[in-house]
């Protein structure tokens, strides 16, 4: 396995957990994001329709966070563009408040296997989907096309790693999902709530 091709894997697992500080081979010196939220992404036809939820239980053996981007705005297969290509891939960038939480983190394209960790792309039909595992990790994501009211991006994943304040507190959240080299991006914004059940698990979901 190539360093290049080490570093993709790494930041798979830590775009789509958004919480693993301890990954080993990061790209923090790459701006990946703009300092604010883009305005020109395509966004949902029903907004109340996506959905973005943190879970933190108190055991901190399985949290959890989950992003619907639903009944979007007309996006093709080629605007996806190919994920099971390796040269591809696409930049997760989240704000509060107006404001990058991060750099932002690319997600990369095709199929890699190592020690501890794996993942890969795959499409059937036009809709492209993602698993991703680490050690303490499972990441599913689906790109899906459409015409207006059928385009969905879904992102769903479990870690063992705290999940960060910075997202647990918000008080409103916008995500992204950006095409590198490209005017294409697609976006979600919520106003957010928190609540903890008995059991010590906190919720902190959008209000819907």
């Not at 790459?30 to 020109?40: H, I, N």
């Not at 492209?128 to 459409?146: E, I, Y």
């Amino acid at each position: 396995m190539t360093k290049a091709t080490a570093k993709k894997a790494a930041t798979v697992i830590s775009a789509m957990a958004l919480a693993l500080a301890s990954t080993e081979v990061a790209l923090a010196e790459t701006v990946w994001c703009t300092e604010a939220p883009r305005e020109d992404c395509r966004v949902s036809t029903t907004p109340h329709r996506d959905r973005f939820q943190l879970l933190a239980r108190a055991s901190a053996d399985s949290q959890q966070m989950l992003w619907k981007w639903s009944r979007g705005e007309a996006t093709s297969a080629e605007e996806f563009g190919d994920m099971t290509d390796p040269t591809q891939g696409l930049v997760l960038c989240v704000y509060s408040g107006g404001v990058s939480l991060d750099s932002g983190t690319f997600v990369p394209g095709g199929c890699e296997q190592g020690p501890g960790f794996g993942f890969c792309w795959k499409e059937h039909r036009g809709v492209q989907k993602l698993r991703a595992l680490g050690a303490n990790l499972t990441v599913n994501a689906v790109l899906k096309p459409g015409d207006d009211g059928a385009a969905e991006i879904r992102l769903h994943a479990k870690t063992g790693n705290a999940l960060p304040d910075s997202l647990m507190n918000a008080e409103s959240l916008e995500v992204q999902l950006v095409r590198p080299g490209t005017d294409l991006c697609w976006s979600s914004s919520f106003v957010m709530r928190h609540r903890v059940n008995a059991g010590g698990t906190a919720r902190h979901e959008n209000v819907r």
